[in-house]
């Protein structure tokens, strides 16, 4: 990497507007930022127009599950799908990511409990060699209902990489999944179960939950605030999921499955995240509120791409083009706004002494935006 770079004749994507001009980095860093449409100093990098946006944060993604276990029963080495996943990572325009690893499985013998440590440690690795192209966080998804939750996330609770902790409850009949035909269709496409092992999971997890989640929950909280991890709720839908929330100390609720259950996070200095598939299918595919109805009532502060990177970029701009949101306010539900919700305070904005962390952004004719590079701390890795 050159010590200075400058990306000129851009559409600059700022906190608050969108600026025809030119960006300077030097040593991994922006330090200036000017209305200048073309720069003509030796080596600028003309970048004919196109939008020149902050580097996308990624709080949720499932994404390392599908490199992981392409095929059901199929289980890739841990390692190469880690390297697999960053790639694509990178190549959706996200510098910073938070991979949510399962602490317990929805089901018994789930392929997510099983790789569990695997997964953290090839991450881990990774990360202490320099072989990722975007910064790697890891995002403990703790299933509260079941048996193993706490054993399972007892050997994280100092780990330096965990900066988020997500507590789930995915007992059917609840949350997600109060509709019971879309529960069936899920479980059963996921999990190829039949009528009968599909009454059995239901038996099953409702019985866990009685006896762990309530505790669970407590006991898993109580150690990230001693550690000063940040938490999230997951699929609350009624005030009293909200209230349980800010009793534990919970800061964000993570894809909230009713209008009532985000305008009561709101109401108690919570912030929202909501699925950016969501937005990009036009509704949610268990039923529940649209996350541009969020965005239209103002209750919409970021988007994650759960299990399609490239809806995050995608689903931004919709935000833009469908639900009333200025192109910066936008672009701030995948960037800025993350940022600050996880304590990122170097990144996430397109301002003098922030991280290099951008992407060069092309739209086609029909609205798909394209990431054309990325750059990580000012060096090329997609």
Known sequence: MNSEQIFTNAQIVLADQVVHGTVVIRD???????????SSAAGAMDLDGDMLLPGLIELHTD????HCVPRPSVHWPVPSAVLAHDAQIAAAGITTVFDAVAVGGAIDNDDREAMLAEAANAIRDAVRHGNLRATHYLHMRCEVSNPRALELYEPFRDE????????????PGQRQFVDASKLKVYYQGKYGLNDAQFEEMVHSRKTNQALYSDKYRQTIAELCRAT????ASHDDATDAH??????????????????????????????T????PNVVRGGSHSGNVAASDLARNGLLDALSS????????????????DDGLDLAQAMATVTGNPARMVGLTDRGEIASGKRADLIRVRRLDDGTPVVRQTWRDGARVA
């Open 63 to 66: 994404n390392l599950e599908k």
């Open 228 to 231: 000063g991890v940040v938490m």
């Open 160 to 171: 330096p990489l965990v900066k988020l902790v997500s507590l789930m409850d995915h007992t």
């Open 306 to 321: 759960d299990y399609v990177p490239s809806s995050l970029l995608h689903g931004a701009f919709l935000l833009h083009d």
């Open 273 to 276: 995240i909501m699925g950016g």
């Open 28 to 38: 991994a860093a922006i330090v200036e930022i000017s209305d200048t449409p073309r």
């Open 242 to 271: 909200i209230d349980e929330a800010e009793t534990l100390g919970v800061t964000i609720a993570e894809f909230p499955t009713t209008l009532e259950a985000a305008k009561a996070a709101r109401s108690k200095g919570m912030t």
